[in-house]
């Protein structure tokens, strides 16, 4: 080759696994601290008549999560990541 050539060149890796492994682990490790420092609020069921969110926006400020960054976790279906 003309310039010479690259002997161990660039080649595709799979560090994806990797961040799977560790995401799963820091999600447990995070909702755990949460549970120990009384963070975490459950509410076990609540229904709408109509999916609002002005509705929403009321159960949030009931109970003292207006202001604050909230995730909700429903049941439903899984993804893959």
């Keep these: 080759m003309v310039g010479g050539g690259t ?3 660039p080649r595709p890796h799979r560090y994806f696994l990797i961040f799977l ?3 799963k682990d820091c999600k447990k ?3 755990s601290m949460k ?9 076990e069921d609540f229904n709408f008549d109509a999916p609002k969110t ?3 926006a009321i159960l949030l400020k009931s109970l003292e999560l207006g ?3 909230t995730l ?3 049941p439903g279906r899984r993804s893959s990541v």
Aim: net charge positive; hydrophobic share 40%; charged share 35%.
């Design 7 to 9: 002997i161990f060149g």
């Design 21 to 23: 492994k560790s995401r």
């Design 29 to 31: 490790k995070c909702l």
């Design 35 to 43: 549970a120990k420092e009384n963070e975490i609020k459950i509410v």
């Design 54 to 56: 002005k509705d929403l």
């Design 67 to 69: 202001s604050t960054k």
């Design 72 to 74: 909700l976790l429903l």
